[in-house]
């Protein structure tokens, strides 16, 4: 009998059972695919560390005649091969941490069963309390032809790059995946359902990103719904059933995910969900009082990221058997879309009469004239007392900025608080006076 048995071993789920373990529950977890979930076996890592090819390839392009001579190619399969080498130790050090740490790693599928136990194969476990973490997986589409499309997963797996590639989706998959494609030199198209807008980010820069990518040489495709995939001697031929067709080598569907929920039997348990997958109250309680669940698989507004997951990973940790636990306060959350460019935001933009917001071209600032960046922008918002309250910016370091700039939001940090600070120059953390 355990004090705790954790489902998936994702970022949220590991997060968690060290957590429990320091304070000396017994705790199993239990795993049906690699150890260590989808961030770095087919999510976060393995994309951004074929990324970091694309940016060092795009960082010497920016500054051809400048200084460097000759042209760089990425190479698909060394990029990949690279890939592999880092990430796929990754499970099986993770398998091991958690036995060294003398939690009981299980593998297997987990299933509720009607006495409120949890089966994995032929054997049974129980716990005083069980906490969902399964994550999800990529949504497939329900079309005619659907199973012709790939996913995530089977492209990050690919031996050789195909030609022409689509790519359905205008969300971080399908932008960053597309990338990656194009730099290697595929031909690329990405596929769009919705308007060119990136949702949930300030409009001008988001425009910015796709005009970037377009002229990076990415093909888009706005407005259309593709409603079949048909295999034929020239390839696949996708199209909407009005006039839209194309052909392809290969496509991608990055058209959101889906929670893994199917398999754990949650009507047993009396445990209540929803499309988006567990519903919990702001304790991360489920509708049974014996189970919790965090990370991507609970229905929730807030974006499906690892650092999400983690923090409700280790809410749960400090919180879980405490009798005066208190509800999850979430902070603000940053957001990146990757790429040599990067596409960034965190905060809140609701202007008011206390809140006023500004755009900033900073494309010739010593910071990025330094580095050769062709655009860099952001969009902040301030409110009254000279606090930054938003902001979403477009260039190479966004990735850094951003950090910066949440700290400084999370913080409540002013104007003058901030000129109290000496940054070291010339960095992107140089610039953050200039942005109120
Ligand atoms: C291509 C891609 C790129 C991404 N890039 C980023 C990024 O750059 N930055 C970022 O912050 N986030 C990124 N994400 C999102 C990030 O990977 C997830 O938010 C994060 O992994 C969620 O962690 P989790 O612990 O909630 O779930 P997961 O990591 O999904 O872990 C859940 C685990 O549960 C297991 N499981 C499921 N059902 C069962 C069962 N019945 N029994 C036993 N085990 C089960 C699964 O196999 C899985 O290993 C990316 C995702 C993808 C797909
Ligand atoms: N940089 C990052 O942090 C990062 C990178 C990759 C993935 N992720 C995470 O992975 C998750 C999944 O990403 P995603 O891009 O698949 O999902 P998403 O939900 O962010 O975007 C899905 C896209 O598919 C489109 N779409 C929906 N139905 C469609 C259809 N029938 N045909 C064509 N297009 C359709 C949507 O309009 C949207 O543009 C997200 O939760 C994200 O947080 C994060």
Redesign the pocket.
């Known amino acids: 009998m355990f004090d705790y048995i954790v489902?998936?071993?994702?970022?949220?789920?590991l997060a968690l059972a060290y957590q429990l373990k320091a304070r000396d529950f017994n705790v199993a977890v239990?795993?049906?695919?690699?150890w260590g979930?989808?961030?770095p076996n087919?999510?976060?890592d393995p994309?951004?560390a074929m990324m970091a090819v694309v940016e060092a390839k795009h960082h010497a392009d920016q500054l051809q005649g400048q200084g460097l001579k000759g042209n760089l190619t990425v190479d698909w399969a060394a990029m990949r091969n690279r890939k592999v080498e880092i990430t796929d130790p990754y499970a099986k050090q993770s398998f091991e941490g958690l036995k060294a740490n003398g939690i009981e790693a299980i593998y297997g599928?987990?299933?509720f069963t009607d006495d409120g136990m949890l089966l994995v194969g032929q054997k049974k476990y129980q716990a005083t309390h069980y906490v969902i973490?399964?994550?999800?997986r990529p949504r497939t589409l329900a079309i005619e032809g659907g199973e012709l499309l790939n996913n995530?997963n089977d492209f990050l797996e690919l031996d050789e790059l195909p030609e022409e590639i689509v790519f359905l989706g205008l969300g971080?998959?399908g932008l960053?995946l597309a990338q990656l494609a194009n730099a290697a030199g595929a031909h690329v198209t990405v596929i769009s359902i919705t308007d060119l807008e990136i949702s949930n980010f300030q409009k001008t820069v988001g425009a910015d990103y796709l005009a970037r990518l377009q002229a990076d040489g990415i093909n888009f495709e706005a407005n259309i719904a593709i409603n079949k995939v048909e295999q034929t001697e020239r390839g696949l031929l996708l199209s909407d059933g009005k006039q839209f067709e194309i052909f392809a080598d290969y496509a991608v569907a990055g058209v959101g995910?889906t929670p893994?929920i199917e398999?754990?039997n949650l009507e047993k348990m009396n445990v209540k969900s929803g499309r988006g997958g567990v519903i919990v109250d702001d304790f991360l309680r489920t509708s049974n009082p014996n189970i919790y669940a965090?990370?991507?698989?609970v229905q929730k507004k807030r974006p499906?990221?690892?650092?999400?997951?983690v923090f409700e990973g280790n809410y749960l940790g400090a919180n879980l058997g405490n009798e005066n636990a208190r509800a999850i306060d979430y902070p603000v959350i940053p957001y990146i879309i990757?790429g040599p460019t990067k596409l960034a935001q965190v905060g809140e933009f609701d202007e008011s009469a206390d809140v006023s917001k500004k755009i900033l071209d900073m494309t010739n600032w010593y910071t990025y004239k330094r580095i050769a960046d062709p655009l860099a922008k952001i969009v902040v918002a301030i409110n009254r007392h000279d606090q930054i309250v938003g902001a979403s910016i477009i260039s190479t370091v966004a990735d850094e900025l951003i950090n910066l700039l949440t700290f400084a939001i999370q913080r409540k940090i002013s104007l003058d608080e901030m000129n109290t600070m000496i940054m070291a120059y010339p960095t992107v953390a140089s610039d953050l006076s200039y942005f109120y």
């Open positions: 489902i998936g071993s994702g970022p949220g789920g239990i795993e049906n695919d690699k979930g989808t961030c087919y999510g976060c994309t951004k599928t987990a299933v973490a399964t994550g999800t995530s971080p998959i960053e995910r893994n398999q754990l965090l990370g991507d698989v499906h990221l690892t650092p999400v997951s990757y």
